[in-house]
């Protein structure tokens, strides 16, 4: 995917004033954080599990030449090849040479961010193959040639009534006027169309929550069911998987289920986690009969060791972005690329470039609740200030920022012109807003008071307070 | 290939030498990888049997699944034809070619349609038997094979699904030790919470989006000791 993180301001922009996608963004509440809320109240162990799932991921990453190796080991002994890939492009082109020597037509595809990384469909369309993407969500957005703005919630940017339209137009072979206003009929309608596709697909292409490394499995955590269709009926499964999914053990895996359910959806367990072997066996009676794994590094190996090495724990859950006051107000589309969210944040400069993604780490107020609902405690602030530090050492800060910088840098290096400074400042802000109690208009600041009015500044200032509350204190001991 | 194999493997143990992450070392894997030590299990399956079979009906009742408890296996045959006959749909069934479910004896209802092996596009039901129930999130394990093809499991739109209370745990750890006792990891491994279910609609829940819209779990009693 090409990204168009440098428009993030424009878009961002459009996307709040853009009525049908603030309407989409309300469900985020109950739909996400209440539900996650009550489902983590039931489970006090979750904390500690935080905490473990934390260690296991680090372990994990450390010896990750390691872990991949025994990993590549068990898939061959199972009967499964192994593919490695650098880039993308590479990744792309083994997935398509697998294909071809199978001399395929239709490939159905159960949900992968890592494929919409790589552009795969686009890939596989210009090769002459019909990929279908078989996840509600993903076959919605197929249909509108869109990409996805949620992680998990490809199309949490649309209401009802837009998929209903595209239906509409997509679906041409049925009734025309047949009623399609409720969840009920577009998931039946969904259904059923891609029924078809499953059954007539040569390949079927899975993505991977997890990459056991005790017994060469590669894991799905599914709630539809389309990712087991995608690769239970066709002849050929192939699984396409970053290289930091890595897991050591089952109990591993587990441990780690235990927090993604919950912190993405606010289920207790999804309704299906699968964990694939191999082709089927000699007394199977169904199950592909050739599985492959493509193992796609495309810059994570050159995020280990550097101050966003953490992000590389990341589980996909989506709970930094369902809590994110930014992604809430303009959804994921503005970020540019498939990751959106805080984790976007911290995680896109790394794999795209900073002189890409270097709106997105600004694109915080730094509340921090997207860390207090990591199940993997990134520190997403911290490596979102990093990328903010970077961003102005590299001189790819505006002008205008660098200078405005510069010139508080050098006052606040001199407390006593600083406080006089403040003082000064208040008094004047004070006088200028104290007719409404607030400012609409500051000279320079025209961003921030287009949209909003500064409350204007009363009393003395924080510095002044402080010290005053501080001879106070010591002279009432 | 290999040399994609090589640059990443290369690639990947450069930049660990400034990573700050964890201890490196081949023994600790080794240890990890034999070892398989537990992590923390949540206190909710800290029960007796009994007591992890009733949170197991639970947990399974809270993802609309839909339980029924029967005295043997001899039961099987009436409580499915009374759930075909619930939700008006035909008497056929689909069945999984599975040991444990051989002594189930079909004649006593002779309306029924019993069919053995891999889902048909046309199965409206299936009936399969079942590794494990896991007591922790009310989730069943279950495992290709060639008493238990994975189809049926997802093609059907009615899945019934018979586990013994001997079979229920815990834990998702005490499920794999169950699955290690009986060999090396088959095929696949599925573990099933509830039935089908999408939320990509403005966040609404519907089930049945591909998989099963219904799953019923016939729960039959035979004391902790027992099962397959």
Known sequence: MQPTSLAFKDRARDAVTDAQLQRALLNMKPGFQQRRAATVAKLPEFEALRDQARDIKNHTLANLDTYLLRFEERVVANGGQVHWART?????????????????RTVTKGKSMVAEEIGLNDHLEAEGFTPIETDLG???????????SHIIAPALHLVKQQIADTFREAHTDLEADRPLSEPRQLTDEARAMLRRSFLSADVG?????????????????TNEGNGDLTQCLPRIHIVISSIEKAVPTLEDCSAILRLLARSATGQEFSAYTTFSTGPKRAEDLDGPDEFHVVLLDNGRSAVLGTEAEDTLRCIRCGACMNHCPVYGSVGGHAYGWVVPGPIGAALDPALIGLDQARHLPNASTFCGRCETVCPMKIPLTKIMRHWRVKEFESGLAPASVRRGLSLWAWAAKRPRLYRFGTRLAMRMLGLLGRRRGRIGWLPLSGGWTRFRDMPAPQGRTFQDQWAAASRQDSGGR | MSEARDAILGGVRKALAGQQL????????????DGRPRGIIPDRVAKPHDALVDLFVT??????????????????????AQFLADHNLPAALRLAPDPSLEGVDWTARPMLEVSRGPARPDD??????????????????????????????????????????????GAYEDAWDRLRAAGGPPRTVN??????????????????????????????????????
């Open chain 1, 138 to 148: 993903e076959y919605i957005i197929q249909l509108r040639h869109e990409a996805p």
């Open chain 2, 59 to 80: 947990m399974a009742e809270q993802v609309s699944a839909t339980v029924v408890r029967l005295d043997g296996l001899n039961d099987v045959p009436e409580a499915a």
């Open chain 2, 124 to 169: 409206v039901t299936s009936l399969t038997a079942s590794v494990a129930g896991i007591a922790e999130t009310g989730t069943l394990m279950l495992a290709s094979g060639a008493g238990s093809p994975t189809t049926l499991n997802f093609l059907p739109d009615n899945h019934i699904v018979v586990l013994h209370e001997g079979q229920v745990v």
């Open chain 2, 191 to 228: 573990l099933v919470t509830g039935p089908s279910r999408t939320g990509d609609i403005e966040q609404i829940i519907q089930l049945g989006a591909h998989g099963p819209r219904r799953l019923h779990i016939l729960l039959i009693a035979d004391g902790a000791d027992g099962g397959p």
């Open chain 2, 22 to 33: 964890g201890d490196r070392s081949e023994a600790s894997v080794d240890a990890r990888l």
């Open chain 1, 205 to 221: 292409i899975t993505g991977a929550n997890f990459l056991v490394a005790e017994t060469g499995q590669t894991v799905i955590v």
């Open chain 1, 88 to 104: 993308g492009r590479e990744a792309c082109e083994a997935i398509a040479e697998i294909c071809r020597r199978a001399g395929a």
